[in-house]
């Protein structure tokens, strides 16, 4: 049965008593008011849970057509019906474009008003769910969702965030897994484009040869196996933003062809004759030194002044040790919901060697190594140093007492059996027999060097 908020304005009692009852039994709640004041009065105080205003087009002080403009400022998720004893064409048509959603005669059967009404309030529903999810993709990908407070982090956040203000293309720079994506999913989110496409490609994920079809695609007959016309990635961004990851993969033909379709917002696509006009905001994001590689002739110089019109560096994890905790608190409780159970709880050894880490893998491989441990650790049991990947077991032992010197036959027995433990992944029973000892010894050797 039908549920959700009605707001029924006319000023006939005893039709609005008969619709108002009609519409109740359909299982709906219906609050009605008998003229155009006190109906504003009442979708304010009621516009969240409205769903439908089913308004009679002539009141007493005022019409229907003419207030249609204010229902739907006060209630923009709400769907409107106007009903009018008279109806004319030409008063459909001016209502239907100024957004009503249908237009109803008086005296029609009831099943029809039923009908109309449920298509209303199931597109009203509809609306009100794509706009929940576009407020959590706003909040998953804004700033304030960035975990931590590192100086490094909050000066990037601080440059970003006024960047997104503007139409200027941005560079990020950082280490792979430093999460150079989650600034620009927050940049295009801070903007004026955040209702328009967001679109994302990996410039390293596909073939040189076919990166340029992708990023500006081709018509029908373009070349071998092109059946049929596509959109490239810039057309499917246009009105948004394009998010262009390991921008320094670009061979010298797509960079060519980039710098011309940001400088005049068009390209030609392969196999065409005439340019395609787009309107896309571009962020670019990479890995590497492009003032460098621009200097060695490995990328286009122009290219590269043109996007670093603002260059924001990405800090590696280990840049901001002090973030770990927050970020292992955050990742534990997502994977706890992912997964269904009680959140990981972390020993404070455990998140010693997590915070003493270096993460070469950034925060990328702490989500990893969380995810990880989240399946694996035992319920109602803390995360423990011995739980941990080997590589972050090794990094957090502390160091046996022993000589500085490396030349010592003991610090050079605890190198190699380190990197033999290394190469196993941690794996003991190989270690030892790639190290030709049994395993009772190579564990004595492990607790007498700390690893």
Known sequence: M?????????????????????????????????????????????????????SDVKLPDGRGLDLLPRYKTLAPLAEVVLMTAYGTIADGVRAMKEGAFDYLTKGDADDQLVVV????????????????????????????????????????????????????????????????????????????????????VNCSAFPKDLLESELFGYKKGAFTGAMMDKKGQFEEASGGTLFLDEIGELEAGAQAKLLRALETQEFIKLGDSKPTRVNVRLVAATNRNLRQEADAGHFRPDLYYRLSVVVIPVPALSARRADVPALVQFFAQQFAVKLRQRALVIGPEALR?????????????????????????????????????????????????????PRTLRNVEKQHVQRILLECGGNKAEAARVLGVAHTTLYRKIQEYGL
Request: zero cysteines; glycine letters at 6%.
């Open 117 to 200: 009404v449920a298509r209303a309030a199931e597109k009203a529903r509809l609306q009100r769910r794509v706009a929940d999810l576009e407020k959590k993709v706003g909040v998953q990908y804004s700033f304030d969702s960035m975990i931590g407070h590192a100086p490094a982090l909050e000066q990037a956040k601080r440059t970003a965030q006024q960047v997104a203000l503007t139409e200027a293309t941005v560079l990020l720079e950082g280490p792979t897994g430093a999460g150079k994506e989650l600034f620009a999913q927050a940049i295009h989110q801070g903007s004026p484009r955040r209702s328009k496409p967001f679109v994302a």
């Open 2 to 54: 039908p549920t959700g908020t009605i707001l029924l304005i006319d000023d006939e009692a005893m039709l609005r008593q008969a619709v108002a009852r009609t519409l109740e039994l359909e299982g709906y709640t219906v609050r009605q008011a008998p003229d155009a004041m006190r109906g504003l009065e009442t979708l304010r105080d009621y516009a969240a849970e409205t769903l439908v205003v089913l």
């Open 353 to 405: 060697a997590l915070e003493s880490y270096n993460w070469p893998g950034n925060v990328r491989e702490l989500k990893n190594v969380l995810e990880r441990a989240s399946i694996l650790t035992p319920p109602n049991q803390p995360l423990a140093v011995e739980d941990l990947p080997i590589e972050i077991q090794l990094a957090a032992a502390p160091d046996s007492p022993m000589s500085d010197d």
